[in-house]
């Protein structure tokens, strides 16, 4: 089955500077992509929704990457700010499978 | 608003004892989920269900069944519950499959002693 590897675990970065999270995945059939934001003690919450057409996805503070020839998918938080301090979860799912599969996460820190 | 519900957010049982953790939702979404997310190991799935008595084994299912009379709600039921079945429980919904956005509960709290 599916198996997502999600880097680094951890990431401590200065307020104003990026982050950068990787997740590898292995399903060649892999169709859609999600990044989850889970804040300490909270559920979590769709940042975004990707989909295997479109390599470049720009949100409100973030970028996502969708690499299909590498089977990568990445996060780059853009001027981070203490409000972007929690956990990132990459999710992903093929056409027919139901569930997601997800990556350990990764625990961002913002620190002024 | 769309909302995932869940019951009771906190929890404590002992060994052995009966648990049912209940998952409402009121987006009239098809497919239920049950994930339980433990400490370095991310989220990992229980069960799915894809509609009214319509379930599948997820990737962790043992020690665990699920009830779905309603499409509306959604039931994780640990039988004899044991101590490594503390962990933190969270139901998502999504409109059909795995192309749809799941939309996640707040969690409950589990703690068997």
């Known amino acids: 089955g599916e198996q997502v590897e999600q880097r680094p675990p951890h990431l401590s970065v200065r307020e104003g500077d990026s982050a950068f999270i990787t997740c590898t995945y292995t399903d060649p059939n892999s169709y859609y992509f999600f990044w989850y934001k889970q804040e300490p003690g909270a559920s979590l919450q769709l940042l975004m929704k990707v989909f295997s057409s479109t390599e470049i996805n720009e949100g409100q503070g973030f970028t996502v990457l969708l690499n299909k020839k590498d089977k990568r998918l990445s996060l780059n938080l853009t001027a981070a700010h203490p409000g972007d301090s929690a956990a990132y979860f990459c999710?992903?799912?093929?056409?027919?499978?139901?569930?997601?599969?997800f990556g350990l996460g990764t625990r961002v820190s913002v620190f002024p | 608003d769309m909302k995932v519900t869940q019951m009771p957010r906190y929890l404590i049982k002992r060994m052995g004892e009966n648990v049912l953790l209940e998952c409402g939702q009121d987006?009239?979404?098809?497919?239920m989920y049950w994930y339980r997310q433990d400490p370095g190991l991310g989220l990992q799935l229980i069960y799915i269900s894809y509609d009214v008595d319509s379930n599948s084994e997820g990737d962790i299912p043992k020690g665990y069944r699920v009830s779905r009379k309603k499409r509306e709600h959604f039931s994780l039921i640990l039988d004899s519950a044991k101590t490594n079945q503390t962990s933190v429980y969270f139901c998502?919904?999504?409109?059909?499959?795995?192309?749809?956005?799941?939309?996640f509960g707040p969690g409950t709290r589990l703690l068997v002693l």
């Open positions: 987006m009239s979404h098809e497919t």
């Open positions: 998502a919904s999504s409109l059909q499959g795995g192309q749809d956005t799941q939309y």
């Open positions: 999710a992903v799912s093929d056409n027919y499978a139901q569930g997601l599969t």
